[in-house]
């Protein structure tokens, strides 16, 4: 049994037509599945979590058009690998009439040089480039190589096409199919999944295996029981990227610098970006911190940039500072929920119009009809202030910003309470 391959491999989609999810790209006439029915296949980027088969797209596509097919991890692969790859691709386009395809997983691992020398060989049409990303490829990826790249963006599997999974595992594989399944209960399995077809048929297979019987039922229980016995096979192959990310996160926001810290040493062991995990305290900073402690986003900004500049090992120190300094400092959600509450006023109340006196006068015409009449520049009175209304008539009073209960923002609140009275109820 050691040398089977894992279920999810043996379980690896061969067509478009077998492919799992994603109709809005590979569905009938949707637009990779016409580019790919057309032969133009342009160099591309496939954003979207793990396990929702950006590898197996990328093999169907070389597949599909008979196109020979390179592959490379960033995890483990430099720019020798990589001009190694192109100087193979560049001999074969001499006795070939189907360019190949150049599959680098985790594209957003590799450093400026290592994309700049991918940059030339999609410049000079020796390889058609498909990178496959779990981040924003408009942070991780050069211009340049963005610039000649389309961009796909993938989604979680439903539940329904986790299903769907489940029962072509039990019916179609050739060991599971000899064993009678029977899935009781399936939330635990969805839950665990995560929308991860590759972590769900993982899980599946440990149930199945440590059950040891050729018939199997399977409850939420069970699956629970045996996947907590074993969590640590998904640590070690890192495939519980977003769990481990969620319990760092929300150890932070919980004030406890111990557990952070510690999560994050367990995001280095497991070779997480240290630009991602910088990028994440930022947002944290204003999220969870904001107004009661504005420098926690000062400091943040300056890890941010500190990461990028140091590398890697010493980045971990400014990192630990960091976390333990957020971890550590007074909490507020309340510039995070204004923002949330603003954007849903907006949605249900549209374009309501812009007050007259707060609009601008740039031109005669405009002053004659009222633009910017009355206005009152708060510099010109006492204390930088002079009441007047700020918002659409139908919104007067309305009230987004809830200062924190923390002492930095108690004061704002105060300073807020004596200029605007009850208008907006500090």
């Known amino acids: 049994m050691a040398t089977i391959p894992p279920l999810a491999e043996r379980m690896r989609p061969a067509t478009l037509d077998d492919y799992s999810g994603q109709q809005h790209l590979v569905g009938p006439n949707a637009v990779l599945r016409k580019a790919i029915e ?209 319990a760092f996160i929300k150890s932070i926001r919980g004030s406890d610098p111990n557990a952070a810290v510690y999560w994050l040493a367990r995001m280095i062991a497991g070779g997480e970006d240290p630009s991602f995990i910088a990028r994440r305290l930022l947002i944290l900073a204003s999220e969870d911190i904001g107004n009661a402690n504005p420098n926690a986003l000062l400091l943040a900004n300056t890890c941010f940039q500190a990461v990028n500049v140091i590398g890697w090992p010493e980045s971990r120190i400014i990192l630990s500072q960091t976390v333990t300094y957020l971890a550590s400092s007074a909490k507020s959600n309340a510039s995070y929920m204004a923002i949330g509450m603003a954007q849903e006023l907006v949605s249900s109340t549209g374009d309501l119009p812009v007050p007259l006196h707060i609009r601008n006068a740039p031109t005669k015409l405009m002053k004659n009809i009222g633009y910017g009449k009355d206005y009152k520049y708060a510099h010109s009175y006492e204390n930088n202030f002079k009441e007047q209304e700020y918002f659409p008539a139908p919104l007067s009073g309305t009230k987004l910003y809830d200062p924190g209960d923390n002492a930095s923002e108690q004061k704002l609140r105060e300073k807020l309470r004596s200029l605007w009275k009850n208008k907006y109820k500090y």
């Open 38 to 246: 057309s032969g133009n296949l342009p160099s591309m980027i496939l954003w979207g979590p793990p396990g929702v088969g950006k590898t197996t797209l990328a093999y169907i596509i070389s597949q599909r058009l008979s196109r020979p097919f390179f592959s490379l991890s960033a995890i483990n692969s430099g720019v020798k690998d990589v001009r190694e790859v192109i100087e193979k691709a560049a001999k074969l386009k001499e006795t070939e009439d189907n360019l190949p395809v150049l599959f680098i997983d985790e594209i957003h691992r590799f450093s400026k040089s290592q994309q700049d020398s991918l940059l030339g060989a999609v410049e000079r049409g020796l390889v058609t480039l498909i990178g496959a990303t779990t981040e924003n490829p408009s942070f991780e990826v050069i211009s340049a190589l963005l610039s000649r790249s389309q961009v796909y963006i993938l989604k979680n599997l439903t539940e329904e096409d986790l299903l769907e999974l489940i029962n072509r595992a039990i019916t179609q594989d050739q060991y599971l199919s000899k064993k009678k399944i029977l899935v009781k209960e399936h939330e635990a399995l969805m839950r665990l999944s995560g929308g991860d077809a590759r972590r769900l048929l993982n899980v599946l297979e440990l149930v199945v295996n440590a059950s040891g019987k050729d018939e199997v039922e399977i409850t939420n229980e069970i699956v629970l029981a045996h996947v907590q016995q074993n969590m640590a096979m998904y640590d070690k192959a890192g495939e519980n990227h977003y769990d481990i990310i969620s």
